[in-house]
């Protein structure tokens, strides 16, 4: 048996997976958010590890026989969460988190010192990323910063406080700018560069390895044996690939969780920074891959549920499953600003073209195609940077509605698909490298793809339309830009 646990944004899901590969039981943990101030988002890193505890009790009195059995544990998690831990290990302030955007000057100021910084770290400098984090808090927080002793992302916390070992991954190592993507280690030149020095990082190890054993207490909190493996794991979007069996160049999925991601498996490490595409390592030794990314995907049909004070799945309902044209509504869903392609924190969400008549349901349906304009942004983003996408897989939240998926290839212009427990994809795969820490089997014989449940390409009936939509759509972005 392997658990896999991804820590989340939103909340906290384990998955206990079978020698099979099957998934035998879920469970999840809701976690909160905190913005003390604008741009800012927060969370306190000791709900990560509680939630987590929660989650696999939970597993344990339902399947005690089960996890008992648990030889290999993975980890995935959001991406690069800023968790700064004092000598004894505590943390030193809450967790500034990957759609946190106070560091935009820090960016400018973090690129002027390291010109080198796009050719390692294979990426700008964005305020999402971890390294500009720390020189806000060594600006605006000096005697914090002066007290920081190890930089942790979200997982690897809680790997910390599940094993006592500091680990982590190539993948998630990725998204701080401190690692030389190409080379796959700490670079002391990109630390330098915010003040921090190599004592300051875990210890790296791949995602498919070995980082650790579970400790004693939770051992036996579980029932389990002795000397059960942690696995390197993986960042969120990684991971997700692992639970696809995305292990070979050119597999891509689109995922639409909180934030969305349009992902490519490349052979080689492949920058894109003028694109504002991602190159990040892989979670398997060899491996890289590209991302467009878009900071509010299912987060903005939250969002959107929030205000009319319903659920998501209450505000989909009334629209069915497919839909005979683009809404008259248009949605920029930049509730959080925005990477893939325009690189802006303060970028602003928007509803334009509401009238009188405007219903629900037309905005509703402008929200989702709002974020999937925002995708086909992202595939031509990757498209430049490595030749054309020809068809996609669905994981995340949003997977659950064949509407959104409907509309995402028509939008995209490519087939979409649905897959078998889309909505655990980050877990799933984190239980795939807790197994392959276990066992050391062949990657390709764990990481196999999931059955698709339904597949959905694009309606020759509304291409056209959906072209025009999206044509003026992009004319938003700039244009609201210019408004104070």
């Known amino acids: 048996m392997y658990l896999g646990l991804d820590i989340g944004t939103s909340g906290v899901k384990a998955v206990l997976v079978s020698e099979a590969g099957a998934i035998l039981a879920t469970a999840a943990r809701e976690l909160a958010l905190s913005h003390p101030a604008p741009l800012w988002s927060e969370q306190d890193p000791d709900s990560w590890v509680e939630a987590a505890i929660s989650a696999v009790d939970d597993l344990a009195a339902r399947h005690p026989r089960e996890v008992a059995r648990v030889g290999g544990i993975g980890l995935s998690g959001q991406m690069h969460g800023a968790t700064l ?58 005697k914090i910063f002066a007290r920081i002793a190890k930089v942790l992302l979200p997982k690897a916390y809680v790997r910390y406080r ?11 190592a990725a998204g701080t700018l401190w690692l030389d993507v ?40 579980w029932g389990m044996a002795k000397d059960v493996v942690v696995a390197g794991g993986a960042g969120d979007n990684a991971a997700s690939a692992i639970g696809l069996g995305a292990i070979a160049p050119s597999d891509a999925f689109l995922s639409l969780g909180t934030s969305g991601v349009v992902f490519r498996v490349t052979d080689r490490f492949a920058p894109a920074p003028e694109t504002a595409v991602h190159a990040f390592c ?12 878009m900071l509010s995907a299912a987060a903005s049909l939250a969002w959107l549920a929030g205000v009319m004070e319903t659920s998501a799945a209450a505000l989909l309902a009334p629209l069915g499953e497919r839909v005979d044209g683009p809404s008259p509504i248009k949605f920029l869903p930049y509730l959080d600003g925005e990477r893939t392609p325009h690189n802006d924190a303060a970028a602003s969400g928007a509803l334009v073209g509401l009238r009188g008549a405007t219903g629900r349901m037309q905005i509703v349906q402008a929200v989702l195609e709002g974020v999937a304009f925002a995708a086909r942004d992202n595939l031509a983003a990757l498209s430049a940077a490595g030749g054309p996408i020809a068809e996609l897989d669905l994981v995340g939240g ?68 959906y072209d025009e939509a999206y044509r003026r759509w992009r004319e938003l972005y700039p244009a609201l830009k210019e408004c104070p």
């Not at 000598?87 to 960016?107: F, M």
């Not at 910084?117 to 927080?141: I, Q, S």
């Not at 020095?197 to 400790?215: I, K, N, T, W, Y």
Request: hydrophobic share 45%; net charge neutral; proline share 8%.
């Open 85 to 142: 831990l004092d000598e004894d290990g505590r943390p030193l302030r809450p967790a500034i988190l990957w759609n946190d955007g106070r560091s935009q000057a820090e960016c400018a100021v973090l690129e002027q010192r390291c010109p080198s910084l796009h050719a390692m770290a294979g990426n700008l400098a964005m305020p999402g990323f971890t390294a500009p984090k720390l020189l806000w808090v060594a600006r605006h927080e000096p």
């Open 162 to 172: 599940l094993t006592g070992e500091m680990v982590e991954d190539m993948s998630d």
């Open 182 to 221: 190409g080379l796959r280690r700490w670079s002391p030149l990109l630390l330098h560069a915010t003040g921090l020095d190599l004592h300051h990082m875990p210890r790296l190890v791949e995602g498919s390895a070995v980082s650790a054993v579970l400790g004693p207490e939770l051992t036996q909190r």
């Open 282 to 293: 892989h979670a398997l030794p060899g491996l890289w891959h590209q991302m467009g990314v």
């Open 398 to 465: 949003g997977s659950r509605s064949p509407l959104w998926a409907q509309i995402c290839a028509d939008v995209l212009g490519i087939p979409v698909h649905r897959v078998v427990e889309g909505e655990v994809g980050a877990a799933l795969g984190a239980a795939r490298l807790g197994r392959l820490a276990a066992t050391g089997e062949k990657p390709a014989a764990v990481c196999t793809r999931p059955r698709r449940l339904a597949s959905f390409t694009p309606r020759a009936s509304v291409t056209e339309a």
